[in-house]
């Protein structure tokens, strides 16, 4: 019986032992540990250690050195609170969490590389050379701190300020460079505000202000968060100002085009990763564009991250995307008219996306181009591999559907179009007006199928590269007959048409189908037909080097009493194109006049009166129509260049003949 209340008053005694040295801090315990265990934690023999009830380390100095013994923080009057099952978690490979990192001065030197790796004493182990994560600090609350960082994972390199108000409020200013953009940031909080959070902290978000100024940019925020570093349990109301959307996106690792200066805002949030831009509205240029978008940055070992949602509004001007598609700067090279500055197509390997549009109007950015409106498409952005599926736009009554994909991959770049136009009004969508014409000098429903691919980093490039048909016709169409004359060369008719004034004629058949090859447009047959004349069509277009080479041979149907009749040349460039007539075809008729003129100088007027020739119409759909009962009906012919007889095509262009 002695002996047990004898080992019972031990007990006791040394339970009142360890509370009265717990309630003393364990004198001199703390500095002993920290020196013991080597890593990097040096105090003054004033530090208190309580380990029951409420954990915590009480200093009045508080110095980390690294692991080479570089010095990474100096704190005066400190208070460090956690919980053991923090200790037990960290031990176990989780990052160190602090619940309350507390002092009245303090000054930290961040670093880490680009592996991860930190000259911090956190690891639990000795495995310094593993990656650490950062420490968790639920509350950080220091009356005067500074901060030298160099974070190579989060693209950080800057000096901070940051302060703890006796009423609680937070405040940080930092200066520096983030993913290499020069940047300043202004932060101020209602109260203690977490370093970094986990995700199951159940912390409280505080009233967050933020504004980050980057060159002639400015990002500012609103609202609520539960911590500072990792911008956890974000909500608020962003307001974004800047020369550029990509500039924007670039210090968060967003890749996004190249635009004229723009305003933003909407409603941001963040939770584990994944960040949310709600009600969003913007004007980029003069451009009108609304949408909800998500950013999802969890690491996943199958993918990069994501971006999708939904672009809305309207109008979207297409020289407001001129820096996109690199048309925002002159050609480098004189006399052309194509942009070739390169795109910045390797940014869309680091990151996907998946985004519809549904937009209102698509300015093309020309009084005579009528817009596309509505435009919807879905933009799909997967392993560098970026497609506009399912786009479809109503344009001038009509209708343009088509695929765009360009894979980044290979090296250039390889581009792949088609696109399909139906019932286009070609009056409503190019506006052209010339004078003593008719007011709509072309009508018709257009028809195009174009299947193109190409190669190239810049849109010269591509352009230059193109392979593939391209087919267009006009349907119950019309043209000016003053215009027909003209590219005839009739100027008797001509001359009547202007004194009674111009009217359109019905055409039987209008139509393009060529071939690009290697940037060269080759029509396979060209033909404008109606009841006055035929007008055939053959050369190149070169996209490559800019140039023309087009003959225009009109063939007259009627009679007329003065008349050139030679082929037009339409050559020189994009940027300078020139018309004159044949010089072989039209020397032909002078030598005639001249001739005749010899024998009675009345006659010589003789070699420019025309008869005309008596063609079939040309149908633009189906085989050859047959002949009608009427032995004097003229049969229709198709539009293809093999159902022309040599005879009457007349002589290839001069490139083309053979030698």
């Not at 923080?73 to 956690?82: G, I, M, Q, S, T």
């Not at 693209?155 to 520096?176: E, I, P, S």
């Not at 590269?465 to 016709?473: D, K, T, Y």
Request: charged residues 20%; contains cysteine; hydrophobic residues 45%.
């Amino acid at each position: 019986m002695k002996v047990a209340v004898t080992i019972a008053g031990a007990v006791v005694l040394v339970v009142i032992a360890v509370v009265g040295m717990d309630l003393a801090g364990w004198p001199g315990l703390a500095p002993r540990l920290a020196a013991q265990a080597e890593r990097g934690l040096d105090m003054d023999a004033g530090a208190r250690l309580h380990l029951l009830w409420k954990p915590r380390l009480e200093a009045p100095r508080l110095r980390v050195n690294g692991t080479r013994g570089e010095p990474l923080a100096d704190a005066k009057d400190v208070l460090l609170n956690w919980q053991w099952s923090d200790i037990w978690a960290w031990r176990r490979g989780a990052p160190l969490r602090l619940r309350l990192v507390q002092a009245e001065s303090l000054s930290l030197n961040w670093q880490r590389d680009a592996a991860g790796r930190t000259a911090w004493p956190v690891q639990p182990s000795g495995a310094r050379d593993e990656p650490a994560e950062l420490p968790q600090i639920d509350h950080l609350v220091v009356r005067h701190g500074s901060a030298q960082l160099d974070d190579a994972p989060l693209l950080l390199v800057g000096d901070a300020r940051f302060a703890t108000q006796a009423d609680g409020k937070w405040t940080a200013d930092l200066k520096g460079k983030l993913r290499g953009q020069q940047l300043a940031l202004k932060a101020e909080a209602g109260a203690g505000l977490a370093l970094l959070a986990p995700a199951d902290t159940g912390l409280p978000p505080v009233q967050l202000r933020a504004e980050l100024t980057q060159r002639d940019g400015r990002i500012a925020f609103a609202g609520t968060a539960a911590s500072l570093l990792d911008a956890r349990a974000l909500d608020g109301q962003l307001q974004v100002r800047g020369n550029s959307l990509a500039d924007v996106g670039r210090p968060f690792g967003i890749t996004l085009p190249s635009t004229p200066p723009l305003e933003l805002s909407g409603r941001l949030q963040h939770a584990s990763g994944v960040w949310q831009l709600g009600g969003a509205r913007a004007r980029i240029g003069k451009s009108q564009l609304a949408g909800d978008f998500s950013f999802d940055t969890r690491e996943k070992s199958t993918r990069r991250p994501m971006l999708s949602g939904m672009l809305r509004g309207g109008p979207l001007r297409l020289a407001d995307l001129g820096p996109a598609v690199g048309a925002d700067a002159p050609p480098s090279r004189p006399g052309r008219v194509l942009p070739d500055r390169p795109l910045d197509l390797p940014s869309l390997s680091t990151m996907d996306a998946r985004v519809a549009v549904a937009l209102t109007q698509l300015d093309l950015g020309s009084a005579k181009l009528a817009p596309l409106a509505p435009v919807n498409t879905s933009v799909v952005l997967e392993g560098g591999v970026l497609t506009l599926e399912n786009f479809n736009a109503g344009v001038a009554g009509g209708e343009l559907a088509g695929r765009l994909r360009l894979d980044t991959r290979p090296s250039p770049p390889l581009w792949q179009v088609h696109a399909d136009v139906r019932g286009m009004a070609i009056e409503q969508w190019f506006k052209f007006q010339a004078k003593s014409l008719s007011e709509h000098p072309v009508t018709g429903r257009m028809r195009a199928d174009i299947d193109v691919q190409g190669h190239g980093g810049s849109t010269a490039a591509l352009l230059a590269s193109l392979n593939g048909p391209i087919r267009l016709q006009l349907d119950k169409g019309s043209i000016s007959h003053l215009l027909t004359e003209a590219t005839g060369l009739d100027l008797a008719q001509g001359l009547g048409i202007l004194l009674r004034g111009d009217k359109n004629l019905a055409l039987n058949c209008a139509r393009l189908d060529g071939n690009f090859k290697a940037g060269v447009l080759r029509p396979r047959s060209a033909v404008v037909d109606n009841r006055d004349s035929r007008i055939d069509i053959d050369g190149r277009i070169s996209l490559a080097d800019e140039t023309l080479d087009l003959r225009v041979v009109a063939r007259p149907k009627d009679f007329s009493l003065l008349t050139l009749r030679s082929p037009v040349r339409v050559q020189g460039t994009l940027g300078d194109p020139r018309i004159a007539l044949e010089g072989k075809a039209l020397g032909g008729k002078a030598i005639a006049a001249i001739a005749l003129g010899a024998l009675a100088p009345p006659a010589a007027l003789l070699a420019f009166v025309d008869p005309g020739e008596d063609l079939p119409p040309v149908s633009c759909d189906g085989p050859a129509a047959a002949p009608r009962a009427d032995a004097s009906a003229k049969p229709a012919v198709t539009a293809s260049a093999a159902s022309y007889p040599a005879a009457r095509r007349g002589p290839a262009p001069q490139h083309q003949r053979q030698p």
